[in-house]
Nanobody
Framework: QVQLKESGGGLVQAGGSLGLSCAAS????????MAWYRQAPGKQRELVAT???????NYAESVKGRFTISRDNAKNTIYLRMNNLKPEDTAVYYC??????????????WGQGTQVTVSS
């Protein structure tokens, strides 16, 4: 079983920066696409950024130019660097990964989330 654990959330002023990490643990065969999602109070969970195993990145329009996703396959870890943060970035940020076993069975894995709060 694969687990994801996020870290690095916290409180920051508008215009500031934060970095999030998400480390996978357990019995890992291969992690394919990985992503960051977020959910603000009273809103649906939304996709923030994705990264393939080959490091192709995609971003939500609202974070383009401010957030950077990256990954270290050797460490089974992804990162999210967030710059020029805005109050509307306040949310619980979740890590997501597609785990593929040696028999090509795919499963969708989620972390428990980390709170990011941006004050104005």
């Amino acid at each position: 079983q694969v687990q994801l654990k996020e870290s690095g959330g916290g409180l920051v002023q508008a215009g500031g920066s934060l970095g999030l990490s998400c480390a996978a643990s357990g019995v890992i065969f291969r992690l394919d696409d990985m992503a960051w999602y977020r959910q603000a109070p009273g809103k649906q969970r939304e996709l923030v950024a994705t990264i393939t195993r080959g490091d192709t990145e995609n971003y939500a329009e609202s974070v383009k130019g401010r957030f950077t996703i990256s990954r270290d396959n050797a460490k089974n870890t992804i990162y999210l660097r967030m710059n020029n943060l805005k109050p509307e970035d306040t949310a619980v940020y979740y890590c997501n990964a597609v785990h593929v076993t040696d028999r090509a069975y795919q499963s969708d894995v989620w972390g428990q989330g980390t709170q990011v709060t941006v004050s104005s």
